[in-house]
């Protein structure tokens, strides 16, 4: 069976792509078929994590070490299965680099919105898929979450679908980043799970 890629991409790649992409690493390391990899739109090329985003890493269970960043490319794009944008700043980006992306591309507050209320029911195309398709059975749930627009009530405000850039801020600024983005690293992770056990009834 294949494998499944998953890019998440903010501006520098030093505090929130890279702190998703830890957590992201953590919570779906019983799947080697699954890669977690970031990038930034104008990446701060070999720095490691800032400080304030490596103690929020560890502190929710990631581990920092050895992060570089990088800028972000159209075949980083083209090679990932689902892209995960801090904002819609960066979508808009994505989608400028490489249009095609678009297609698999959300914010991931914007796809944790989608996915909350999903049911066994919606995942059962998920579930007649091989157990040991993993891959396979990921890659369905790009067709779930944006199944849901239109379904599922939008953002009270744009800005809800955004994480906060904490750069040069305030420990609160990380603090507040984190509160965010954690919360939908963990739907991510959830639903997934979901996905890689789901059976047909």
Known sequence: MGNFSILTVCSGNICRSPLAERLLVAGLAQWPQVSVSSAGTIGMTG?????????????FGGDPTGHAARELTAQQLTDADLVFAMSREHRRA???LAPRAIRYTFTIREFA????????????????LP???????????????ASQRGIVAPALSADDDDVVDP????????????????????AVVSLFQRAATVTRS
């Open 167 to 186: 750069y040069r801020r305030s420990d609160e600024t990380y603090a507040e980043s984190a509160r965010q983005l954690v919360p939908a690293v963990d």
């Open 94 to 96: 994505i989608a400028e």
């Open 47 to 59: 720095h490691p994590m800032t400080d304030q985003a490596a103690a929020l890493a560890r502190q």
């Open 113 to 128: 919105r989608l996915i909350s209320g999903v049911t066994d029911l919606d995942l059962d195309d998920t579930a007649g």
């Open 131 to 145: 157990a040991d398709d993993i891959a396979g059975r990921f890659a369905s749930l790009l067709e779930v979450a």
